[in-house]
T-cell receptor, first 112, second 113 residues
Framework: SQTIHQWPATLVQPVGSPLSLECTVE??????LYWYRQAAGRGLQLLFY??????ISSEVPQNLSASRPQDRQFILSSKKLLLSDSGFYLC???????????FGPGTRLTVL | GNSVTQMEGPVTLSEEAFLTINCTYT??????LFWYVQYPGEGLQLLLK?????DKGSNKGFEATYRKETTSFHLEKGSVQVSDSAVYFC????????????FGDGTTLTVKP
């Protein structure tokens, strides 16, 4: 069966510090991968998606970047965090012929 | 443009009450429609889906029917439980090779004993 992992689960970082969040998927090949942000009490904002290794599409211009160095690994990064980067970050995947999304457990980021 | 609009929350019900959360969408063609549920502190998980007009998705006592004529996919449950307290998201597949979906803003449901 397929599983999706995210780490860390929680993170508290000072403004201006770098960020690296990791997402990995097991049990499937060539998934589509997504990063979402969910602000407190709000809906989902799609940040990035990837249909293959090294292929990244950005949905919203911002302080973040994404990379996909391996087929089942998706990384969200920032060189300098802003207060507004605080939120709950969710990684998700879909298969190549389906649009059902499978979400990871999320990372709660607090920028102080 | 393409969008998903769902009933604003929060919704508060007593245990065993009937639940309806409205969802309407705009789209061309026949996209897949979904309801996802998010329990506190967790990621979203698929609750149910429907892939064509008049399909009924169902799971854990929840149901939603794909209504092409009204472009709706309302979520219903006949008797809610305290454990159903969560945020519910309606979503529409974007019919792209990238498997993207458009999500509603979520509706928070609280069920009181």
């Amino acid at each position: 069966s397929q599983t999706i992992h995210q780490w860390p689960a929680t993170l508290v970082q000072p403004v201006g510090s770098p960020l690296s969040l990791e997402c990995t998927v097991e049990g499937t090949s060539n998934p589509n991968l997504y990063w979402y942000r969910q602000a407190a009490g709000r809906g989902l904002q799609l940040l990035f998606y990837s249909v293959g290794i090294g292929q990244i599409s950005s949905e919203v211009p911002q302080n973040l970047s994404a990379s996909r160095p391996q087929d089942r690994q998706f990384i969200l990064s920032s060189k300098k965090l802003l207060l507004s980067d605080s939120g709950f970050y969710l990684c998700a995947w879909t298969g190549q012929r389906t649009d059902t999304q499978y979400f990871g457990p999320g990372t709660r980021l607090t920028v102080l | 443009g393409n969008s998903v609009t769902q009933m604003e929350g929060p919704v508060t019900l007593s245990e065993e009450a009937f639940l309806t959360i409205n969802c309407t969408y705009t789209a061309t063609g026949y996209p897949s429609l979904f309801w996802y549920v998010q329990y506190p502190g967790e990621g979203l998980q698929l609750l149910l889906k429907a892939t064509k007009a008049d399909d009924k998705g169902s799971n854990k006592g929840f149901e939603a029917t794909y209504r092409k004529e009204t472009t709706s996919f309302h979520l219903e449950k006949g008797s809610v439980q305290v454990s159903d307290s969560a945020v519910y998201f309606c979503a529409r597949g974007d019919n792209t090779n990238a498997g993207k979906s458009t999500f509603g803003d979520g509706t928070t449901l609280t069920v009181k004993p």
